[in-house]
């Protein structure tokens, strides 16, 4: 990562991550055992798995978010417990990362799905 590259955690980090993602995006009707709303839509969103290697900077879309973390379509599998940065595509200037680590990976068709929980 560069200088101009923050890794934020907490709660601002998340809600500003979301400020952007969740934007027109509808709140899922079920709630199931969630304590977060959740909210569905396909904001654009860069996933960054390794910070040593930013030019490796992946172009993702968000499949689902809530408070608690996101989920989003990847070409390649991510194990479990792995630690990912991610952030909102920013029309103006750049967001900082948000830490998270990977809850599930699980094959569909559109590539792999992918659960993250924000570290906050």
């Known amino acids: 990562m560069d200088s101009s590259d923050v890794v934020s955690t907490g709660g601002l980090a998340v809600s500003r991550f979301l400020s952007r993602v969740c934007v027109g995006a509808d709140p899922d ?64 200037g750049v967001d900082p990362w948000v830490k998270a680590h990977c809850t599930h990976c699980t094959v569909g068709i559109r590539g792999f799905l992918v659960g993250v929980a924000f570290e906050v």
Do not use: Q
């Open 29 to 92: 009707s079920y709630s199931g055992k969630r304590d977060a709303t959740r909210y569905t839509e396909g904001a654009p969103m860069e996933v960054m798995l390794n910070p040593k290697r930013p030019s490796r900077i992946s172009n993702v879309y968000m499949h689902n978010a809530s408070e608690g973390g996101c989920a989003f379509w990847f070409k390649k599998k991510i194990e479990s417990r792995s630690t990912v940065y991610i952030r909102a595509c920013a029309e103006e």
